[in-house]
């Protein structure tokens, strides 16, 4: 049945609001949609509701992108790829309960602790990952960037903005402290960071020195302490002590020649607690 000249007016007004209204996927779908609603029988609402989905889902897609492209992650890694058996120090129901991100409406920080290769990074990219998928912003970076970017920030006099910058997301991932030593002024940018975050916002923390080490970190003691005061008032710290993942096939491989090489001494280099010196 070819449509009457006023259905096909019509029709061509109904994409002409979808357009005006910027619904782009709508508009796209609208034929197929009302080819569907005839041959389906479908009633009035029923078709409304189904050309609307496609455009929230659609929508719902596009800010996903958006706030991963901003979240710059560094890895594609997700929490369903961590292999807890590998890492026994970590607690599936815990992970599993972060992953819900209700830590964020307490402003609860949460950091991880642990020698380099158990997983620190991987954890803190699959729960930003959660962050951007729960609907809410996160950024990721590092001590290092993190200090340098306010470095510049401070010559070129855009301190405030870059202040504003870090306080914005949701989840704030500030992975590798301690693995280099930081400037006095780094350590002063750093705590400004956490300080404007205290109890507003959520910070994940990575790093591989006990916080007893921070003062030599951040080259002060009283930055040190005011700066764990404001981290650790409301957080989660997860202390992974386990065995690196990367050198575990080593390790086997290593074990295995030893075995055959030398039967009585196979044995690597380890402290009593099972980590690698
Ligand atoms: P860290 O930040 O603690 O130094 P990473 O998160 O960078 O360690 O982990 C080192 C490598 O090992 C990464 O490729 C990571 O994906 C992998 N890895 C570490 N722990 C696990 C784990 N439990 N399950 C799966 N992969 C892991
Ligand atoms: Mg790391």
Redesign the pocket.
Known sequence: MTPTTSEASRYQQLRDHLNYLRLPDAAAALPTVLDQAKTEKLSPTATLERLFRIEVDATEARRLTGRLRFANLP?P?TLE????E??PG?DPALIRDLASNRYLQTATNIL?I????????????GLARKVAEGGHRTYFTNAADLAARCHRAAIEGRWATTMRFYAGPACLVI??LGYLPLPAEAASALFQVVNQRYLKSSIIM?T?RPVTEWGQVLGDNTVAAALLDRLLHRSVVID?TGE???LRDHQARTDNLRRTVQPATATLDRSPSGQFR
């Open positions: 890895s890694a790829d961590f292999d807890y590998a890492q970590v991880l642990g020698p380099p290769g158990v997983g620190k990074t991987m954890l803190a990219v992975d590798e990575t591989n992974i690196s993942y990367r």
